[in-house]
């Protein structure tokens, strides 16, 4: 009898991430969703199941920046078996700094910095050796801020940086994997052409639109 496959969602509470998680189980994995409140999670297990059945969602709540909670978690989910599937999607935009001070500052970008980094660095870190080699799938869910940037009022940009530095992740060599071989994905946001052009251009080093002194072109939106 094939083993059922089994998928790991962190942030499946909710959002994207439960839809996410929604999918897999209609598509025959076991999904353990994982977040901060075990409420959010049991309440999402319930809807999820309503459609696919009993036995294919497995709440477990932990606080994914916390190295002690992740531990805890891997090794809850060792007890479920191999892994086939891992998808950090776990993240939030952080509030403004409280004042202009570099204190406030700074606890918004760690924050921020905790929330959408550290947490999939320590997950990845903690469940990549039990991945399927081959076929085990590492999935970062980003964010179009890390292609564009930006320095909008929540946290003075830590929000764009923190979503550039999953799409970095990969898996280590291992030896299921043979010497010198690994899987990698990088996930890449799709962009509209002004974005696509911007990128462009700042690999380049040519100048922005705006630094020729054009006006920027207003967005289009469908009628």
């Known amino acids: 009898m094939t083993q059922e496959r089994l998928a790991v969602v962190s942030g499946g509470g909710t959002g994207i991430g439960?839809?996410?998680?929604?999918?897999l189980a209609a598509d025959g994995h076991r999904v353990a969703i994982l977040g901060?409140?075990?409420?959010?999670?049991?309440?999402?297990?319930?809807?999820?199941e309503r459609t696919t059945g009993p036995g294919?969602?497995?709440?477990?709540a932990g606080d994914l920046t916390d190295p002690?909670?992740?531990?805890?978690?891997?090794a809850r989910t060792a007890e479920l078996g191999p892994l086939d599937v891992l998808v950090n999607n776990a993240g939030?935009?952080?509030?403004?700094?409280?004042?202009?001070?570099?204190?406030?500052l700074a606890r918004s970008w760690r924050q921020d910095l905790?929330?959408?980094?550290?947490?999939a660095v320590l997950l990845t870190t903690a469940l990549q050796d039990r991945l399927r080699r081959p076929g085990g799938r590492l999935v970062v869910i980003s964010s179009a801020a890390a292609q564009r940037g930006g320095a909008g009022p929540h946290s003075a940009g830590s929000y764009a940086a923190a979503k550039a530095g999953p799409a970095r992740l990969g898996l280590r060599p291992g030896p299921a994997a043979g010497?010198?071989?690994?899987?990698?994905?990088r996930?890449?946001?799709r962009l509209h052409r002004g974005h696509r052009d911007l990128r462009h251009r700042l690999e380049r080093g040519l100048p922005r639109r705006e630094d020729r002194g054009h006006p920027r072109r207003p967005r289009r939106h469908p009628r």
């Open 18 to 23: 439960r839809a996410i998680a929604a999918r």
């Open 36 to 48: 901060r409140r075990a409420a959010v999670l049991e309440q999402a297990r319930d809807a999820i």
């Open 56 to 60: 294919r969602i497995i709440p477990l």
């Open 68 to 74: 002690e909670a992740v531990e805890a978690i891997a």
């Open 92 to 104: 939030a935009i952080v509030t403004p700094p409280a004042d202009g001070s570099l204190a406030a």
């Open 114 to 119: 905790d929330g959408n980094l550290l947490t």
């Open 179 to 185: 010497p010198g071989r690994h899987h990698r994905q």
């Open 187 to 189: 996930p890449r946001a």
